[in-house]
C-alpha cells in the first residue's frame, strides 16, 4: 500500500531556510495532490500548502511568503521549503496525500509519520 | 479563512457507551452545484499522525468501524462514536477543504470514563 515518510534535519537555526522532503513508496505520485501540515507541540492542525501533480501549487496566506513545495516525479518525492525560520516554526511536519475525485480536491487520506522539526540557535 | 470550532474540547465517555462530538464552520462548506458537504473527521492517537475517519460529512473511510458516523450540512456537523471502544481514547478533528486555506478545528480528546 502507499506509503509516506519525511525526512528533514531535525534541528535548524533561526532565520535559516527549513527543507524537507517526503518520500512516497508503493504508488506514484502522479496523480492526486500532496500536502504538508504541521502541528507545534500539545497544539492543532495547521495545513501549510499542496502541490497538485500537474505541478500547481497552493499556499496558506498565513505562510505564503515564505512557502515553496514542489514536485519531483523522477524520485517519487515532493518537498517543502521554509524561508526564514523563527521558533513559531518549531513542529511536527506532516506529508499527506490529498485524495482527487474526478477535478474535486478532497481530504487526505494518507499521512506520514511526521517529523520533528526544532528551531534554536 | 473559514474557522472551523468544536465543542467540547474534551469528554470522557464510559466503554460502551456514545460520544458525541461538533463542529462548527464559519461559512457554509456546501457545494451547491454537487451537494456536497467538504467535511473530513480526523482521529489522531498520541504519537501518531491523523487518520482520515469520514469525509463529505457522512462517508466513511473505507475500513473504518461503523460506530463511527457523522452528519450535518452546511455548517454545522458532528461526529458520534456509537459505543465508546479503549482503542478511541485520541483528539478528534474536523476540517474544510472547501476552500483555501484549508482549515482544522482545535480538536476534541476522547477519553475513558
Known amino acids: 500500500q502507499v506509503q509516506l515518510q519525511e525526512s528533514g534535519p531535525g534541528l535548524v537555526k533561526p532565520s535559516e531556510t527549513l527543507s524537507l522532503t517526503c518520500t512516497v513508496s508503493?504508488?506514484?505520485?502522479?496523480?492526486?495532490?500532496w500536502s504538508w501540515v504541521r502541528q507545534p507541540p500539545g497544539k492543532g492542525l495547521e495545513w501549510i500548502g499542496y502541490v497538485h501533480y500537474s505541478g500547481n501549487t497552493n499556499y496558506n496566506p498565513s505562510l505564503k511568503s515564505r512557502v515553496t513545495i514542489s514536485l519531483d516525479t523522477s524520485k517519487n518525492q515532493f518537498s517543502l521549503r521554509l524561508r526564514s525560520v523563527t521558533a513559531a516554526d518549531t513542529a511536527v511536519y506532516f506529508c499527506?496525500?490529498?485524495?482527487?475525485?474526478?477535478?474535486?480536491?478532497?481530504?487526505?487520506?494518507?499521512w506520514g509519520q511526521g517529523t520533528v522539526l526544532s528551531v534554536s540557535s | 479563512d473559514i474557522v472551523m470550532t468544536q465543542s467540547p474540547d474534551s469528554l470522557a465517555v464510559s466503554l460502551g457507551e456514545r460520544a458525541t462530538i461538533n463542529c462548527k464552520s464559519s461559512q457554509s462548506v456546501l457545494y451547491s452545484s454537487n451537494n456536497k458537504n467538504y467535511l473530513a473527521w480526523y482521529q489522531q492517537r498520541p504519537g501518531q499522525p491523523p487518520k482520515l475517519l469520514i469525509y463529505w460529512a457522512s462517508t466513511r473511510e473505507s475500513g473504518v468501524p461503523d460506530r463511527f458516523s457523522g452528519s450535518g450540512s452546511g455548517t454545522d456537523f458532528t461526529l458520534t462514536i456509537s459505543s465508546l471502544q479503549a482503542a478511541d481514547v485520541a483528539v478528534y478533528y474536523c476540517q474544510q477543504y472547501h476552500t483555501v486555506p484549508f482549515t482544522f478545528g482545535p480538536g476534541t480528546k476522547v477519553d475513558i470514563k
Open positions: 499527506a496525500r490529498g485524495s482527487i475525485f474526478g477535478v474535486i480536491l478532497g481530504p487526505f487520506d494518507i
Open positions: 508503493g504508488g506514484s505520485i502522479s496523480s492526486y495532490y
